[in-house]
Every structure is written in structure tokens, then in C-alpha cells.
């Protein structure tokens, strides 16, 4: 099963509109994390923002944002005033039981572009 | 943060030869690194999981006699690609856990192009 679902594959906005991508988890874990990464043509993984499972406050940063729900096993990231720079693809990721060396399991990602 | 590198960025081998891609932790000990494997327009794939002295564990469908992994250090994992073929072709991205905290670090990746 599916343990990241990220429906939305593709997304194109126009410079400045907000954006926001959606990544759906499942776990039966009670202790986990939550990641969002950038992978730019590069290829090169970009680390945004990681969450655990007991802090449900929502998280801003310069033009990014988090949204993390537990109620509905939701961890949504918005990028608001969007910029070309931000044509990437993101990936959202779960890690259960960090500290016992399971591995990320990876959404299928999200390829955002944004058009000038 | 913690650095992890990995070498060479790309490469290009012949059908049938041997490649091998090295992962380094830079300003930290990895006691735990793992393989992913991405093809074009895909996620990432974890490969195998290996921990330094022990031998990797690999992800059902991935072969190991093909995929060799070497954790020999706790700075230095490799990955040997044997026998390459064209469907080998990918980006390798390696990354590497502390012991102490547990975070995860990423390398750059390695794009590897079989012809």
C-alpha cells in the first residue's frame, strides 16, 4: 500500500499565484516524520521541512508553508506569491520510528511549474 | 547541516562494464546509509539499507549480485554497479544516518548513463 499519496502530478501556476500541494500519509506508527523536499533539474534533493507527528502546529517560512493534519493523515505544502525559481519537482516523505532506521518512503512527487 | 557527497556526479560506462559510485559523509559518522534509485519522471526507490561492517539489506526485486554495496566505513559507503546494461540507466542518490539524533542526509546523486 501506498504509504505517501501525492495525487496532484503536475501543476502549472503563473508567476505570483499561490500554489499548494497536497501529500496524504499513512502509518500506523505512532512516532513519525514528515518531510517535504525540492529536487531542481539539478536533481540534487533540496530538504524544506521536517515534522514530527507530535507537533501539529503549522509551520511558515519566508513564502512556504505547512499545513499538518493529523485528523485527516495530511501534510500540505503551500508556496504563496509564487516564483519561476520555483519550478521543481517536490516530493513529500514519511519516516516511522525515526531513530530505529527505517527508511523514507517517497510520495510519487509533484512537478510544479511556474510560468512567467 | 551535515554534508554527504557522492562521486562521480555523472558517468557514462559501456554495456557490460562495472561502475562503481561512492557516498561519503563529510563532518559526520553514518552508521546507517541507504541506496535509492530514481528513474526519469519518477520518485525515488530505496535500493538497499546497509550498515557499516554488516552486509546491505536489499529491497525485494533488487539484485544484489548486481548491485554490490559496501558500507566499509563509517564515512564511506559504495555502490558497484556489475555488468551494467542500458536499463541500468538512473539517478543514484545515496543518504546517510547519524547515530546519534537519526536524521537522514542526501547526496547530490550520481547520474549513471549505460550505452
Known amino acids: 500500500a501506498q504509504k505517501v499519496t501525492q495525487a496532484q502530478t503536475e501543476i502549472s501556476v503563473v508567476e505570483k499565484e499561490d500554489v499548494t500541494l497536497d501529500c496524504v500519509y499513512e502509518t500506523r506508527d505512532t512516532t513519525y516524520y514528515l518531510f517535504w523536499y525540492k529536487q531542481p533539474p539539478s536533481g540534487e534533493l533540496v530538504f524544506l521541512i521536517r515534522?514530527?507527528?507530535?507537533?501539529?502546529q503549522n509551520e511558515i517560512s519566508g513564502r512556504y508553508s505547512w499545513n499538518f493534519q493529523k485528523s485527516t493523515s495530511s501534510f500540505n505544502f503551500t508556496i504563496t506569491a509564487s516564483q519561476v525559481v520555483d519550478s521543481a519537482v517536490y516530493f513529500c516523505?514519511?519516516?516511522?520510528?525515526?531513530?530505529?532506521?527505517?527508511?523514507?518512503?517517497f510520495g510519487t512527487g509533484t512537478s510544479l511549474t511556474v510560468i512567467p | 547541516g551535515a554534508v554527504v557527497s557522492q562521486h562521480p556526479s555523472r558517468v557514462i560506462c559501456k554495456s557490460g562494464t562495472s561502475v562503481k559510485i561512492e557516498c561519503r559523509s563529510l563532518?559526520?559518522?553514518?552508521?546507517?546509509m541507504f541506496w535509492y534509485r530514481q528513474f526519469p519522471k519518477q520518485s525515488l526507490m530505496l535500493m538497499a539499507t546497509s550498515n557499516e561492517g554488516s552486509k546491505a539489506t536489499y529491497e525485494q526485486g533488487v539484485e544484489k549480485d548486481k548491485f554490490l554495496i559496501n558500507h566499509a566505513s563509517l564515512t564511506l559507503s559504495t555502490l558497484t554497479v556489475t555488468s551494467a546494461h542500458p536499463e541500468d540507466s538512473s539517478f543514484y542518490i545515496c543518504?546517510?544516518?547519524?547515530?546519534?539524533?537519526?536524521?537522514?542526509?542526501f547526496g547530490p546523486g550520481t547520474r549513471l548513463t549505460v550505452t
Open positions: 516523505a514519511l519516516s516511522e520510528a525515526l531513530y530505529t532506521g527505517n527508511q523514507f518512503y
Open positions: 543518504s546517510a544516518r547519524t547515530s546519534g539524533r537519526g536524521e537522514q542526509y
Open positions: 563532518d559526520f559518522q553514518a552508521t546507517t
Open positions: 515534522r514530527n507527528s507530535f507537533d501539529e
